[in-house]
Nanobody, 118 residues
Framework: QVQLVESGGGLVQPGGSLRLSCAAS????????MNWVRQAPGKGLEWVSA????????YYADSVKGRFTISRDNAKNTLYLQMNSLKPEDTAVYYC???????????WGKGTLVTVSS
């Protein structure tokens, strides 16, 4: 069965960095688009970033462009999100999700909490 397990969240000060990971199993990882989606406390889901199957094309929400970098290692079946210059408004549960953001994301992980606070 498809499994997506996020890790790497935690408490970080404003301006700091974190790298999130998402370990994938149960499907051919290298064949699918992958995404990061977040949900801030009391708010709805916000798509953050997407990467195509080969890793050559990446897309970002305006709110994170220039600060976050999505990448993948298809040999390790792992998706990453490097987050730099973090702001308090980046505080959220971050989910990885399988599938194209335009065609629909069909599997989601359970999320990892990122808290940006001094």
């Amino acid at each position: 069965q498809v499994q997506l397990v996020e890790s790497g969240g935690g408490l970080v000060q404003p301006g700091g960095s974190l790298r999130l990971s998402c370990a994938a199993s149960g499907f051919t990882f290298s064949s699918y688009w992958m995404n990061w989606v977040r949900q801030a406390p009391g708010k709805g889901l916000e798509w953050v970033s997407a990467i195509n199957s080969g890793g050559g094309s990446t897309y970002y929400a305006d709110s994170v462009k220039g600060r976050f970098t999505i990448s993948r290692d298809n040999a390790k079946n792992t998706l990453y999100l490097q987050m730099n210059s973090l702001k308090p408004e980046d505080t959220a549960v971050y989910y990885c999700a399988k599938g194209s953001p335009w065609d629909g994301m069909d599997y989601w992980g359970k999320g990892t909490l990122v808290t940006v606070s001094s």
